[in-house]
């Protein structure tokens, strides 16, 4: 049975009740020591900045630890560094990690399908040249950010190729590294061939980054042959709105939008037409979908309140966008409003209405 083909009243508890499941297995001492463990040993702070589109899981499909990465999501990928919220973010988790003496990675990255161009990056209108070049636009905006020598932060452009779940490492002249093109025999080599393909990388950042591509080499080998029909097209029924969605590592079932976008409203609204285009072709029932606003808080006491004062405007801001530009689609819309201890990553429900 899949959960996206249930009732939406089904679906939303099954989504909750994933929530729950989550936050306990972070929790338990096995995942903290895992995590202790595993930053010991890589301790490159990881940035990713990515789509919205459920199919890109990179925690899933590099086998990496959850908890280690620092996923920043928008429509297509699409970024400016200078926008306000996005810049003190970035930095500040820049800056954590400088301070700890550690560098940071910051994947930037694009995505695309090679069997159905129509499967690719809505945001850029399936076209995979614009993606990559806007890709490279970040890059260079974040050496202007970070310095160009990539001492301290290393922005590397990477693809993403939804049919095998590949990643594609763009090299400094132009040359690229498709995991997708090598075999698992080739895991060892893999070290001499990013060094050779980006030779200014840190000795530390290249040895941080090899568990991502020795993960992906293992999860491409692991899933070719296998039907996945449905894992390539679109079949999300929630969009989720904020930040402390490490949950949702399931593929293909929200639409996660980061608030870094001044103009909100253009994520919101693109996210919302995929939901009906979804309806539409079939791919999920028609009886409704889920809007989930949430907002991480580290303290109790100002920060939680800060918190709370921050997903009821975002839930508020996302239900005027959609019922302006969908109004049919409002009509079906389960709204949660919820905010996420990151400590523990527990998700409390404040407000719910449908």
């Known amino acids: 049975m899949q959960i996206h083909t249930r009732p939406i009243n089904e679906r939303v508890n099954w989504l909750m009740e994933l929530s729950r499941a989550y ?28 789509c919205m589109d459920g199919r890109i899981q990179i925690p899933h499909t590099t086998r990496t630890p959850l908890g280690i990465i620092y996923p920043f999501r928008n429509l297509g990928g699409i970024f400016d560094l200078g926008w306000p919220y996005l810049g003190e973010i ?16 910051m994947l930037i990255t694009y995505h695309f399908s090679r069997g159905d161009p129509s499967r690719g990056c809505a945001g850029f209108d399936c076209d995979t040249e614009a993606a990559v070049d806007h890709a490279y636009q970040i890059r260079t905006q974040a050496e202007a950010l970070f310095g160009d020598d990539h001492a301290h932060v290393y922005p590397l452009v990477c693809g993403f190729e939804t049919d095998s779940d590949a990643l594609i490492i763009h090299g400094n002249d132009g040359a690229t590294l498709d995991v997708s093109a090598l075999d698992v025999d080739d895991a ?16 530390p950042v290249c040895r941080d980054l090899l568990p991502f591509l020795e993960g992906n080499l293992a999860h491409v080998h692991s899933i070719r042959g296998v039907a996945r029909e449905l894992d390539i097209e679109h079949r999300e029924w929630a969009i989720c709105l904020g930040g402390g969605f490490d949950f949702l590592h399931v593929p293909n079932m929200a639409l996660i939008i ?19 285009d979804n309806m539409a072709a079939g791919r999920i ?22 918190a709370e004062l921050k997903s009821r405007f975002l839930a508020h801001f996302a239900a005027e966008v959609i019922r302006r530009d969908h109004p049919e689609l409002a009509k079906r819309m389960t709204a949660y409003t919820a905010v996420v201890n990151w400590p523990t990553r527990r998700l409390d429900i404040l407000e719910m209405t449908s």
């Open 285 to 306: 029932p028609d009886d409704g979908f889920l809007l989930l606003a949430s907002t991480p808080y580290q303290e109790f006491g100002v920060d939680r309140a800060r």
């Open 90 to 105: 970035l930095t500040g988790t820049v800056h954590e990690a400088t301070r700890a003496g550690h560098p940071a990675l």
């Open 188 to 203: 060892p080599s893999l070290e001499q061939r990013v060094m050779a393909l980006c030779p200014d990388m840190p000795a």
């Open 23 to 50: 936050s306990e297995g972070f929790c338990s001492p096995s995942a903290w020591l895992a995590r202790e463990r595993y930053l010991a040993v890589h301790p490159t702070r990881i940035i990713v900045l990515k």
């Open 258 to 276: 980061g608030p870094y976008n001044p103009n909100l409203s253009e994520p919101i609204g693109t996210a919302a037409g995929i939901i009906v």
